[in-house]
């Protein structure tokens, strides 16, 4: 079982910086991808990036793309997500995720979700 503790969030004004970071403990079988999505009110969950354990590479929103950089240490088992250049719009919950397998078998993978933490971006 893995715990997401997540931290960094807060209020900025607009076109201002924050920087959320997530931290893994417990143990899984074989991580495959640590990332953040967000949530804004009345609004569904939605991808903002994802970086994959193996190789390093890295999906982000379309919203998000030369704003936003996510990053990881694999040995500390930590994500990074380094928000530039923020906007009201980027205003909403944010949770870090880590996809993994439990085992060889395809049908153990499982999704650990943070609690979220609140970026608020208002002037």
């Known amino acids: 079982q893995l715990q997401l503790v997540e931290s960094g969030g807060g209020k900025v004004q607009p076109g201002g910086s924050l920087r959320l970071s997530c931290a893994a403990s417990?143990?899984?079988?074989?991580?495959?991808?640590m990332g953040w999505y967000r949530q804004a009110p009345g609004q569904e969950r939605e991808l903002v990036a994802t970086?994959?354990?193996?190789?390093?590479?890295?999906n982000y929103a379309e919203s998000v793309k030369g704003r936003f950089t996510i990053s990881r240490d694999n040995a500390e088992n930590t994500v990074t997500l380094q928000m530039n250049s923020l906007k009201p719009e980027d205003t909403a919950v944010y949770y870090c995720?880590?996809?993994?397998?439990?085992?060889?078998?395809?049908?153990?993978?499982?999704?650990?979700w943070g609690e979220g933490t609140l970026v608020t971006v208002s002037s």
């Open positions: 417990g143990s899984i079988f074989r991580m495959i991808a």
């Open positions: 970086i994959f354990t193996s190789g390093g590479g890295t």
């Open positions: 995720n880590a996809v993994g397998y439990q085992s060889l078998l395809p049908s153990s993978r499982i999704d650990y």
